[in-house]
């Protein structure tokens, strides 16, 4: 089956910078997605960018597809501390199947 | 109001038992999705269900049966509950198309 996989899966960041993981996956997708995941809570949807797309852009958010490498990123610009969370990728293949990976965790230090 | 709701929040039994955890969504949504993190936050998919029916079943033991009486619920029933069944448990819901998924707030289940 197909599964999002992030690297790296840590990421300790000072407040102001900049985070950036990325996402690989295995097979053909529709669209692929993104999500923040807090201590203790469920996953909360960011962002999804479509199969045909290269780039999205929400808020301090940018997601960037590349569809011959299997391969995605999300960049979170200009970090709080109320960033710090797990984000996971998600690839949706059409079927029903939304897939998730390991995640990567995010620790904005104030 | 809550979108997707489970309950309950946490689960303590010993093995052997059988538990039942429930998810309710009032979304309107077609598919209903059953997922297991496990202690490294890895999210594995569970089962899958469009309008009652279902779609997706992975290589999960047939101790765990889902039930969908209808499209605004899914439940999880695990017999014969293990150590290795320990996790937290979350339930989504997802319109049809190119749309997000929308979690529950997991239930975390611990056998003992």
């Known amino acids: 089956s197909q599964q999002g996989e992030e690297d790296p899966q840590a990421l300790s960041i000072q407040e102001g910078e900049n985070a950036t993981m990325n996402c690989s996956y295995k097979t053909s997708i529709n669209n692929l997605q993104w999500y923040r995941q807090n201590s203790g809570r469920g996953l909360v949807h960011l962002i999804l960018i479509r199969s045909n797309e290269r780039e999205k852009h929400s808020g301090r958010l940018r997601v960037t597809l590349d569809t011959s490498k299997k391969s995605s990123s999300l960049l979170i610009t200009a970090s709080r501390a109320a960033d710090t969370a797990s984000y996971f990728c998600a690839t949706d293949n059409g079927n029903n199947r939304l897939a998730f990976g390991k995640g990567n965790q995010v620790v904005v230090i104030p | 109001d809550t979108a997707v709701s489970q309950t309950p929040k946490y689960l303590v039994t010993q093995m052997g038992n059988d538990k039942s955890i429930k998810c309710e969504q009032n979304l309107g949504h077609d598919t209903m999705y059953w997922y297991k993190q496990d202690s490294k936050k890895f999210l594995k998919i569970m089962f899958s269900?469009?309008?009652?029916?279902?779609?997706i079943n992975e290589t999960v033991p047939n101790r765990f049966s889902p039930k969908s009486p209808d499209k605004a619920h899914l439940n999880l029933h695990i017999n014969s509950l293990e150590l290795g069944d320990s996790a937290v448990y979350f339930c989504a819901s997802k319109d049809r198309g190119w749309t997000e998924a929308f979690f529950g707030q997991g239930t975390r289940l611990t056998v003992v």
């Open positions: 269900y469009n309008n009652k029916e279902l779609i």
